[in-house]
Nanobody, 125 residues
C-alpha cells in the first residue's frame, strides 16, 4: 500500500523560507514520478514542481527561481525548498506519486494516483 506523508508546512512572513518533506512507503521510491501540488482557497489545484524517474524536473512559472524540488531515494523522501515566499503561495501543499508516468508525462504535472493528506503553508505580508 502506497502512503505519502507530508510535513514542514507552517506560517511565515513574506520573503521567508520553508522546506516541505514527503515521506513515502509501500513502493520502490526511485521508480515513481513525484511532485508537489497546491490548492488555495477557492482555486483549482495546480502543479508546483515535479521530478521524474530520470531526475528531470519541471516547475510552475510562478515558482521558478524560488522553489527547488529534490529527493533522497535512500530515505524515500521528497523535498520542496521554498524561498522568497509570497502571500500568493498560501495554499495546502500536496505530495503526489505515480509509477506509470514516464518522464514526458511526469513533467506535464498531471498529478498521480497516490496523494498525501496535505500540509498548510501560510505566507503573511
Amino acid at each position: 500500500q502506497v502512503q505519502l506523508v507530508e510535513s514542514g508546512g507552517g506560517s511565515v512572513q513574506a520573503g521567508g523560507s520553508l522546506r516541505l518533506s514527503c515521506v513515502a512507503s509501500g513502493y520502490t521510491y526511485s521508480r515513481y514520478c513525484m511532485g508537489w501540488f497546491r490548492q488555495a482557497p477557492g482555486k483549482e489545484r495546480e502543479g508546483v514542481a515535479v521530478i521524474a524517474t530520470d531526475g528531470s524536473t519541471n516547475y510552475a512559472d510562478s515558482v521558478k527561481g524560488r522553489f527547488t524540488i529534490s529527493k533522497d531515494n535512500a530515505a524515500n523522501t521528497l523535498y520542496l525548498q521554498m524561498n522568497s515566499l509570497k502571500p500568493e503561495d498560501t495554499a495546502i501543499y500536496y505530495c503526489a506519486a505515480d509509477s506509470l508516468y514516464r518522464p514526458s508525462r511526469c513533467l506535464r504535472m498531471e498529478g498521480g494516483r497516490f496523494w498525501g493528506q496535505g500540509t498548510q503553508v501560510t505566507v503573511s505580508s
